[in-house]
């Protein structure tokens, strides 16, 4: 699978382990605290399978902004917090940032054989 394939699925799962935590009340609910465990250790593991391929300091400013932007966005909408028009300029910067870094990256291979699937 595509390495970028991975890292987007990577966030997606942690986003949806972060809202755990949020429904989680502090890690008092038992369902949300095991759906919280098991989004994150899907996000690892898909994070893991990005970084063959392509650089971590990429792979964590992606994930790190991405992740930062949809949570924000599920912050308002899901949990009714405030998006002050700071915070929201700030959230435009790292779009920006993320896909300035898609654009200028290409998917360095660490280990050849990987991408032939072996």
């Known amino acids: 699978m595509n390495a970028w394939i991975y890292l987007s699925f990577a966030i997606v799962a942690e986003v949806i382990g972060t809202s755990f935590i949020k429904l989680s009340d502090g890690f008092t609910h038992p369902?949300?605290?095991?759906?919280?465990l098991l989004c994150f250790?899907?996000?690892?593991?898909?994070?893991?399978?990005?970084?063959?391929?392509?650089?971590i300091s990429v792979v964590y400013a992606i994930w790190s902004g991405v992740g930062i932007a949809l949570i924000t966005a599920i912050g308002v909408l899901v949990f009714n917090e405030q998006l002050s028009l700071s915070r929201g300029l700030f959230i435009i910067l790292i779009a920006i940032g993320v896909v300035g870094l898609q654009m200028t990256s290409s998917p360095a291979l660490k280990n050849p054989s990987a991408q032939e699937g072996g």
């Open 41 to 55: 250790t899907a996000a690892l593991f898909l994070l893991s399978q990005s970084v063959k391929q392509i650089d």
């Open 31 to 36: 369902i949300y605290t095991g759906l919280c």
